[in-house]
């Protein structure tokens, strides 16, 4: 199968961050389909280009993995100053991506796959289906607009109705949608008019590929003395300081948390990383510890070398809907989860029986659940990292979860 897919933030070979795209695409093409990405030049967390794609509109990729073609459009790099710099960060890939769809892909693809957010990748999308004639799938990874107008991101109201408007059209017009939790499948169909019969749910999942060869060969104790954190337990966080991650709390807890061995670790970038920084300055913690960006594997050694692994994002009812990608890595790790995220994550995790829940920006529950977790003994937490493990091995395995969206993307073109 040839299979064009369109993700404005597609990562880099080593980035550490939510890599489930580049993870399916590899499988994918291990299994003899070809796969061209169409995607921003622009990292979905610092906001900037890599010196390699400076002054350049397009940045193509070849054998980017085996079977796998990358296409790098041009991105404003406004995206982190301002509203407008944000939507021009938006509509730059807009028209990036449709020319670079139109022009730059040299195959005749049996189906399109746009992931979403940003929710106008779905303009490409409709463009190059038109175009080309063949289907396209739209993904919600998040859902968008409400997640943008809940964080503060979208304010404008006449963007805001064009954004509403766009998404029943875009759903319309896709021949199927995935929506990667049941909470977004519920809420298309009953309060946005998806037929069921449109919809399927391949969800977010745990990479045990690269968890299970470090397992065996990492000498975490060796690690840890490296890193100088022997006598520390380390709750890490991994992904984006941006706003609707709300890392603020963590420090705010840290302030309560001087009289323990906790030792905060994040991993990552983002808009407001810089101010983090200052913020524990400031406040002359020694209890914080910001880590740059590192490649997956580097990333696994951290979680593997931690304590517990947290997951945190705003209090509101938007991202009770959503599963967070660290969670499952830190499944995938054996380690307790700390998950700051109500509704469907705090489900899975307690279902799981893999960690403890906290309300988001609650700093007594916060500062209790973290001292509960500092009382268990090593057995107890092992216990419950040992439970998320086996509970994403049989649920969220992403090959097995990758097999399936290649079945489905099958049938629809088959029955189209």
């Known amino acids: 199968m040839k299979i064009l897919l369109i993700h404005q933030y597609f990562l880099e070979k080593n980035d550490g961050g939510g890599s489930r795209w580049n993870e399916i695409t590899r499988h994918w093409a291990s299994k003899g389909n070809s796969i061209t990405v169409i995607s921003g030049m622009v990292h979905y967390a610092s906001g900037k280009k890599p010196h390699k794609y400076k002054g350049k509109w397009i940045y193509i990729d070849k054998g980017f993995y085996n079977n796998v073609d990358v296409i790098r459009t041009h991105v404003s790099e406004a995206y982190n100053k301002n509203f ?6 938006y509509f730059s890939f807009v028209f990036s991506g449709t020319y670079a769809g139109l022009f730059k892909c040299d195959r005749k693809y049996d189906i399109i796959v746009a992931t979403s957010p940003p929710l106008f990748v779905g303009i490409i999308a409709y463009i190059l289906s038109k175009f080309r004639k063949i289907p396209f799938v739209f993904e919600v990874r998040d859902l968008w607009p409400e997640s943008a107008i809940d964080t503060g991101v979208l304010k404008n109201q006449f963007l805001i109705k064009f954004s509403f408007w766009f998404e029943r059209f875009i759903y319309k017009r896709a021949i199927f949608i995935n929506a990667l939790t049941p909470a977004f499948k519920e809420k298309l169909i009953k309060e946005k008019g998806v037929s069921e019969h449109k919809i399927t749910m391949i969800p977010n999942a745990a990479d045990f590929s690269l968890a ?10 060796e690690f840890r003395r490296i890193n100088n954190i022997e006598d520390k337990f380390v709750i890490t966080y991994v992904g984006a300081h941006g706003v609707a991650n709300h890392l603020i709390q963590l420090i705010e807890v840290a302030e309560r948390l001087r009289d323990t061995n906790v030792l905060f670790q994040l991993i990552g970038d983002g808009m407001l990383k810089e101010y983090l920084i200052d913020e524990v300055k400031t406040r002359k913690l020694e209890n914080v510890r910001f880590i740059d960006p590192v490649p997956k594997s580097e990333v696994f050694k951290y979680i593997l070398s931690s304590d517990v692994g947290t997951s945190v994002l705003k209090k509101n009812d938007t991202f009770k809907t959503i ?3 660290k969670t499952f890595d830190y499944m995938a790790c054996k ?3 700390l998950l700051l995220i109500d509704g469907v994550s705090r489900e899975l995790v307690e279902t799981a029986n893999c960690g403890v829940y906290a309300e988001p920006e609650n700093l007594d529950d916060i ?3 973290i001292r509960h977790l500092l009382a268990l003994s090593k057995n107890e937490l092992n216990l419950m990292g040992i439970n998320g493990y086996n ?9 097995t979860l990758a097999e399936y969206y290649l079945i489905k993307l099958k049938d629809v073109r088959k029955n189209r």
């Open 335 to 337: 380690k307790a989860v």
């Open 212 to 221: 299970e060869s470090l397992i065996d060969t990492l000498d975490v104790k």
């Open 84 to 89: 407008l710099g944000r939507l021009w960060a």
């Open 391 to 399: 509970y994403a091995k049989k649920y969220f395995d992403r090959v």
């Open 367 to 369: 500062e209790k659940k």
């Open 323 to 325: 599963y967070s990608n």
